[in-house]
């Protein structure tokens, strides 16, 4: 049985055969080759889960949905991250180095984007100007001064890494929950919003 799917997890299951009759031909041919599909955030009907197909260029992204009961496999962004390949990528760099530090805080994190696609997949979706993509899974709140001691580790880096505070409601930058501003975007199912306290607002759909 498949267990709540969340954003950012990577499920295989979706078949050429699934999608509308306007779904461009690339998207066809990347799930013709077993590639997966990532969760997205939007409000579907009851037993189906928001996907988006990626292709090889940034520019080629395809929102979908498929069959909660179709999935047959799904990797989330936390197991990624359980024995990471040597990389000569600074996005792999990166991750090599700040690993120790992220398993520090003690709180579960991941991988996502580029480097994650490919860690899970076995394509080679990141290159040599590829940001590294971060999840950090925070159910209570943290700490705006560790948000920003955090982050100042993240810009020393040797690549731009971006990370997601996932809350109990939604997406946060790590950068702007660092920063000095009275209110973030949180990213929910319903969209995106301002808001002064994430972790004040359960009632919004992750």
């Known amino acids: 049985m498949i267990d709540r799917l969340r954003p950012h997890d990577l499920l295989w299951g979706l078949t050429p055969a699934q999608l509308p009759a306007d779904a461009p031909a690339w998207v066809r041919q990347v799930l013709a080759a077993g590639q997966p599909v990532v969760v997205r955030r939007a409000l579907v009907a009851s ?3 928001a996907v988006g197909v990626r292709g090889a260029s940034r520019d080629q992204r395809f929102a979908t949905t498929l069959e909660v ?11 990624l991250v359980e024995r990471l390949p040597a990389g000569v990528l600074p996005a792999f760099k990166a991750l090599a180095l700040l690993k120790p530090f992220l398993d520090e805080l003690g709180l579960v994190w991941g991988v996502t984007g580029s480097v994650g696609y490919q860690l899970a997949s076995g394509v080679e979706a990141a290159h040599v100007e590829s940001d590294l993509d971060l999840l950090l899974r925070t159910p209570q709140p943290l700490s705006r001064q560790l948000a920003g001691e955090l982050q100042r580790l993240l810009d020393e880096a040797p690549c731009a890494v971006d990370l997601q505070l996932e809350t109990p409601s939604g997406g946060v930058a790590l950068r702007e929950w660092a920063g000095d501003s009275a209110r973030v975007l949180l990213k929910c199912a319903t969209g995106a919003r301002l808001i002064e306290d994430p972790w004040a607002a359960r009632e919004l759909a992750a």
């Open 69 to 79: 009961s179709r999935v047959l496999r799904r990797v989330g962004p936390e197991q």
């Open 47 to 49: 037993g189906q889960v």
